[in-house]
């Protein structure tokens, strides 16, 4: 018996057929990719905010966006739609631009070009 997830989890994937194995894969893959993208427009937002000389709570103020949630999107860990982005952006006279990328499994580093612009 496993004494920690951990080594459940891994008991469990020993098990896994090679398509399973493989499901798994490309999706940890793209869950990777996707906190990736979250944390570098996180970054993005808090440089616009921190430019413009204002708090989470002044830019909640401007935009009527909960400060928590600010917060939550500048740590990465918010999940904001286009109308609380393009709020955002407007405020803090930003704009939000969609650009091809090279695929986020072959180059990291493409993904700066996602940023809020």
Do not use: C
Request: glycine letters at 4%; zero cysteines; aromatic letters at 4%.
């Amino acid at each position: 018996m496993s004494n920690n997830f951990k080594e459940l989890a891994e008991s469990l994937k020993a098990e896994w057929d090679d398509d399973t194995r493989q499901v798994y894969e490309a999706a940890s893959e793209e869950f990777a990719a996707e906190v990736v993208e979250r944390a570098d427009l996180g970054v993005a937002l808090a440089a616009a905010r921190k430019e413009r000389a204002l708090t989470q709570s002044a830019l909640a103020e401007l935009t009527g966006i909960q400060q928590a949630e600010i917060s939550r999107i500048e740590r990465g860990i918010g999940n904001p739609t286009a109308t609380t982005l393009l709020r955002l952006a407007t405020a803090l006279g930003q704009r939000l631009t969609l650009a091809p990328i090279q695929d986020h499994r072959t180059n990291q580093a493409s993904m700066s070009s996602r940023k809020m612009k």
